[in-house]
């Protein structure tokens, strides 16, 4: 075979999903021709999808020295000092902009670089050009448009956020992302009404107590075995990544339901009957998109959360539910209904990821109490206020999963 067509045939089985009939190929390519760039970046594409990234780099240096202008060899080179590699910023920004000189309708390649302005840079104005080529190469994209959308907010630019909102909105109505931009969008322009009634505070984000669970005479009772479930539970860890979970100092628990304890079996009976009665309670809102998002059956993910003194939330959405919710296990004393600093409280509104709180958005706060259940639309911003003094502030939040 032509090593042209082994290549044709290595591009064939790569984009079949056929990895290692692909890999396969280019290995043999590269005993014949040890430099031939296309063969080494499509390789050392495979291997950074599979996560073997110090492979990928020998490969990808070995096509920039032998084709230093080949587009896919700048753009691997820029993705893996990006995304593998913890190179510093500046290195990075100039292997983008490299990559972008050879490839400049290269969607992915202008949404990395605005990426990178907004998040490691801090430069909301400087990812704002990078976005639109992106959107203009490939236009309609919805990261792209959210991220965009992002960096309009923190701009102050709501008009130009809302537009972004409106447009993903007109294709996927019931989108959690846009729907959280939108409201903080609705906020920042002066238009309550509408964000209200996307957070329905009282009717859609609302606390319930959680029905008794099956075996026990109280929640007190329960709540008790429930927190020693979670304290001992096998999968509790404080080494979580900070860019994944909101949560500030403190433990997790992830996959909590999936663990053999008699509370936790009573729990899922339990959380399933609030969930059925929120509901059962919901106002009937045609066009509403929290209520046009019903789905018809969900999968639930549940993970507990053990906060001490100073631990937090930052405000956040939980971009895969429909609906979200926390129950109260184990309260410190320091939370109070009367308590004017709203210690360990929940609070909704505020936005996060580092969208500033321009003061206009109607906050709503919840003093949790032990056995209570609050749940919202999963595109509702919620954080928790930190707290100061003894004792450990347990909660389980949870994501209804469409399916
Ligand atoms: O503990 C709380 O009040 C909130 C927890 C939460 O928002 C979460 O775990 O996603
Ligand atoms: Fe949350």
């Not at 447009?167 to 906020?187: D, G, N, Q, V, W």
């Not at 929120?278 to 507990?304: E, S």
Request: charged share 25%.
């Amino acid at each position: 075979m032509q090593i042209a067509d082994a290549l044709r045939l290595a591009i064939r089985h790569f984009n079949a999903g056929q990895a290692s009939e692909g890999a396969a190929l280019c290995d043999a390519i590269l005993n014949v021709q040890p430099d031939n760039p296309v063969a080494n970046c499509l390789l050392a594409r495979a291997r950074m999808r599979a996560g073997t990234a110090g492979e990928a780099r020998r490969l990808v240096d070995r096509a920039k020295r032998a084709a230093p202008d080949y587009p896919p060899a700048l753009e691997l080179d820029a993705r893996l000092l990006d995304e593998f590699e913890e190179a510093d910023r500046e290195v990075v920004a100039d292997a983008y902009r490299r990559a972008l000189a050879v490839s400049p309708a290269t969607s992915a390649l202008w949404f990395a670089y605005g990426n990178l302005r907004q998040g490691a840079f801090g430069d909301a104005a400087g990812s704002i050009v990078p976005y639109a080529r992106a959107l203009a190469a490939r236009p309609g994209e919805i990261p792209v448009a959210m991220n965009l959308a992002t960096a309009r907010l923190k701009l102050d630019q709501a008009e130009a956020a809302l537009a972004l909102c409106e447009e993903t909105l007109a294709s996927r109505p019931t989108h959690i992302r846009a729907l959280a931009l939108k409201t903080t969008a609705l906020f920042d322009l002066g238009r309550p009404k509408p964000a209200d009634a996307l957070t329905g505070f009282g009717t859609l984000t609302r606390p319930m107590m959680l029905p008794v669970p099956q075996g026990y005479d109280s929640l007190e009772a329960f709540n008790a075995d429930f927190a020693e479930a979670i304290r001992t539970h096998p999968r509790r860890r404080d080494d979580y990544d900070p860019n994944k979970r909101a949560i500030r100092g403190g433990s997790i628990v992830t996959d909590l339901l999936n663990h053999d304890h008699p509370a936790i079996r009573v729990f899922h009976a339990a959380l399933d009957a609030a969930i059925a009665a929120y509901g059962d309670a919901l106002p009937a809102l045609p066009g509403h998109p929290h209520i046009d998002g019903r789905p018809g059956g969900y999968a639930l993910d549940v993970w507990g959360n053990i906060l001490r003194a100073e631990g937090h939330q930052d405000g956040h959405i939980h971009n895969l539910g429909w609906l979200s919710g926390v129950y109260y296990v184990e309260m410190p004393e320091v939370l109070r209904e009367d308590d004017a600093a709203h210690e360990g409280w929940i609070e909704f509104n505020h936005p996060g990821y580092g969208i500033p709180d321009r003061g206009t958005a109607t906050v709503h706060r919840v003093c949790p109490t032990p056995g209570m259940i609050v749940l919202f639309p999963s595109y509702v911003w919620h954080r928790t206020v930190p707290f100061e003094g003894a004792g450990e502030r347990i909660s389980v939040a949870f994501d209804l999963h469409p399916r």
